[in-house]
Every structure is written in C-alpha cells, then in structure tokens.
C-alpha cells in the first residue's frame, strides 16, 4: 500500500465506516463497491435486501430500549431462583465485581508476552494453588472454556496416557458434558460406552459397571454429585478402575468439597469441573469456566496452559507460562490440545472468591446448602404433589416426581408466580419429574412459600 494516510487506518477507532472513508479504502484495494469486495461469495447465497433493522437511535433512545429488552427476561432479579443442573445461584461477595473489575485484568487478554503480565500470571499461579487445595490433586491448568470441555479435554488426556480407545460415561453426568465428550471421541477413534444409573439409587449400577469394564478402558468418567445431585461411590468406582488399569476422572461441583472429601482421596486421576459455582454470575448460562487438575504423573499430557513460579537473576520471584508445547504454541498435528481460552477473567473472579471465603466460608456455604435443599426436600414430600424419585443421598439438587398433574404446566404456572422452579426432566427420559436446586441464598420463606404455593394450585 502507498497512501499517505496508510498510518490512520491502523490507528483509527472502531466507528462506521462514512461513505468518504470507504471510497478511500476501495481507492487503495483497487475496487469500486462494497459488492466488488463480497464478489467471490455466490449470488444464490446473498441477501439481496437490508438487513431487518430497527432505525437509528440516539444514546437515550438505545438504552431505554435495550432496558426494555432486557426487561423481557426471567431472571434471579425477578423470580426465585430453584434452577440448577450445572449454573448455580450462589451468593457473589460485592469484592469480587470490584477486583474484576478494574482495567488491568477486565480488559485484558492471554498473557502471550508473559514475562510483561505479572500481575495476571500471579493471580493465575494463585488459583492453580487454590483448585489442588480445593481437590487435593498436584497440579492445575489455568482452566478452559467451561466444565463440558474441561471434561472432554480430560478424557483425551486419558486417551494420550493410557493409548486405549474405551471411556466409560459411568451413570448419569451432565448430558451437556456427555454431548461435548461424544464430539470430541467421533473423530478421534475414541469408543464411548454409557454405563447406566440404576433406578432405585440414581447413581452408578455397579452391576452394569463391571460387565462394561474393559482392559482397554482408558479411564472411567464419573460425576458427583451427578447429575441428579446424588452423591457416588468414589471408592468402590476407583476400585474397580484402578483394577483394570483404567484412569478415573472425576467431575466434581467445586462447592461440594466444603464438606465431602476431595476426590484424591478416592484415587482420582483427573478433577475437573464447572466453576461457575466459585463467584460467578449465573449470566444465563454462561459464560463460566471450566477447572482442570491431576497427578503430577500426567502433568506433561495436561491440556491448557500452567503458570510456574521461578525466580529472576536477582532471585526475585516471579511467574512464567510454562509447558506450552501441548496446545496452539505448537503445530496442530503435534499439539496434545488444541484448546487455549483459559476464560482468565471468570478464573480471576474464583481466585477473590476462595480467597475471601477460605476454607471455613466454602464449609459454611456447602453446609447450608445440604441444610435448606433438606428442609426443602422435606417440605414439597409433605405437600402431597411430589414423591421422591431416588434413595441415595443429596447434596443440594435433587429429583422428586410430581404427582399433581401435568409438570410442564405447573411448572409454567410457578413460572407466573416469580418462581423458577426447577428443570423438567422429561426430555431426558424421567417423566413428571423435576431437577430442583437450593444453595445458601435461599431462604426459609421463599422456601416455604414455593411449597405453599404448591399445595394451594390444585390440581394441574
């Protein structure tokens, strides 16, 4: 390009284009129209029309009506929130927003020239350190887009390590993990087998489990509490792996080890999970961020990226991006991962929180929330309208089965009401029943009134 104004397009702000400025732009591409630029895409494929469009707006006008937008959604500002299977209302300390906040990291992107971000790869090193306390594994990546793909993305490693082709989906996880799991395998020569829930329990049929158990199992994935919210047999699960020399990945709710024990207590190869849950806003599903932790035996085959402490010639301290060669740093082909987002601003947002709550904020957080989804449990038994679905124990989601009519209904019903009342199951193949989450924000009253509610709807 020889334009005395070439300088000014590199430097430029992120404006519409004027029709002077465009005129400019074809100047130096040596074209006439917009249309001659887009002329290698076929006709057949073009919209021949302006795009559907509401007409201009001034800055007021723009806000007023995207706050009208907005003011269309079901939200936890609006109804109660009972919702779960996987995005928690947990409660978000006010710090939080304040750190993330400011314009150093709310701003800024993977640290690629590492050794000039300090400060974002310290608060990287910083949660890596929290995750292994949290679930007592050596090692920890700078986490991944979100807990599917943090469950996938462990399910290759073990395909890395071990050199088997068979995962076993042991019971019933998240069916967006077992989707995301299953997209990954088609190309991969990866054979994915689904050991089934038993029906009584909820959680793994250990029946089911040792006849699909292979010596060419690479790992075994299990989720606890799973999807149903029950919590699993680590340690008969882990047994019968290890025997067959199987890797276990365990996806874990990171509120949950508050109380239960940490999944290296069980023999767990991999932890990973959706850490939402650690500070993060619901944001209608996402985004949220996915932790991934292991031995220190497979740390080399870990996708994602690790931050290391080291020190500088002056013995400082310090932070580095180390063992990069196992994703985009390295040609596809070679790469162990191609996965490379570490969605470091909601990995940030976790860091404040374990760092404000501890260890004795997390208990006291997972504490109340087996107390209020075991009062609330209780309560909609009581009503009459439900009848419980499973008998193993629960963390603070369950299933209950309604009995009181139609549940697409009802739940449209409560819907009305300010409730969100829970996830219906039926399209997972458990008819008339219901996912209903409680976490520590729930209180007493809103429970009582979701059940009262219940009692005097009549039937649906």
């Known amino acids: 390009m020889n334009h005395k104004n070439q300088k000014d397009y ?3 702000s992120y404006i519409p284009n004027t029709k002077d400025g465009q005129n400019e732009m074809f100047d130096i591409m040596g074209i006439n129209s917009v249309e001659e630029l887009f002329s290698d895409i076929p006709n057949e494929l073009k919209l021949h029309r302006d795009l559907a469009l509401p007409k201009t707006m001034s800055e007021p006008e723009l806000l007023k009506h995207m706050k009208n937008l907005a003011a269309q959604n079901v939200n936890c500002d609006t109804h109660i929130c009972f919702m779960g299977g996987g995005i928690y209302d947990h409660f978000i300390p006010a710090v939080i927003n304040q750190i ?10 993977t640290p690629y020239q590492a050794e000039i971000s300090q400060g974002t790869l310290q608060a990287i090193f910083e949660y890596q350190s929290m995750i292994c306390r949290l ?5 920890s990546n700078a986490s991944v887009y979100d807990g599917a793909t943090a469950c996938a993305e462990a399910m290759l490693t073990a395909y890395n390590i071990t050199g088997r082709t068979d995962i076993i989906i042991a019971g019933r996880i998240n069916p967006q993990y077992a989707e995301t799991c299953e997209t990954y395998a088609k190309y991969r020569g990866i054979n994915i087998i689904k050991s089934p829930f038993a029906p009584e329990t909820g959680t793994v049929s250990m029946q089911y489990f040792n006849q699909a158990i292979t010596e060419n199992c690479a790992a075994v994935i299990v989720q606890t509490p799973n999807f149903f919210g029950l919590i699993e047999d680590l340690g008969e699960i882990s047994k019968t792996a290890k025997n067959k020399g199987a890797l276990l990945i365990t996806c874990v709710d990171p509120i949950s080890l508050g109380l239960l024990e940490p999944p290296a207590s069980f023999g767990a190869d991999i932890v990973v999970g959706e850490g939402q849950s650690l500070g993060n806003s619901m944001n209608f599903g996402g985004p949220g961020f996915g932790f991934f932790a292991c031995r220190n035996d497979y740390m080399r ?5 690790i931050v290391g402490e080291t020190a500088d010639s002056n013995n400082n301290r ?3 991006l180390t063992l990069q060669a196992r994703e985009q740093h390295i040609r596809r ?3 162990l991962s191609n996965i490379c ?8 947002a976790a860091t404040v929180y374990m760092s404000v709550m501890g260890k004795a904020g997390i208990k006291k957080v997972a504490d109340l929330c087996i107390q209020k989804s075991h009062y609330m449990y209780k309560k909609l038994i009581d009503t009459g309208k439900f009848k419980p679905k499973f008998s193993a124990p629960f963390f603070k989601e369950f299933v209950l089965e309604y009995n009181g009519g139609d549940i697409k209904a009802m739940n449209n019903k409560m819907l009305q009401a300010g409730f969100m009342p829970g996830i219906n199951l039926t399209n997972i193949g458990l008819d008339n029943c219901m996912l209903i989450a409680v976490t520590e924000k729930r209180t007493v009253d809103e429970i009582d009134a979701y059940t009262e509610y219940i009692k005097k709807a009549g039937e649906i």
């Open 318 to 320: 310090g932070f580095i």
């Open 100 to 109: 993330t906040g400011r314009q150093e990291f709310y701003s800024a992107y």
């Open 10 to 12: 590199y430097t430029s």
């Open 301 to 305: 085959k870990m996708p994602g990226r």
């Open 135 to 139: 679930t007592g594994m050596d090692v």
């Open 341 to 348: 987002t570490n969605q470091a601003l909601c990995a940030l």
């Open 333 to 335: 082909e070679k790469a």
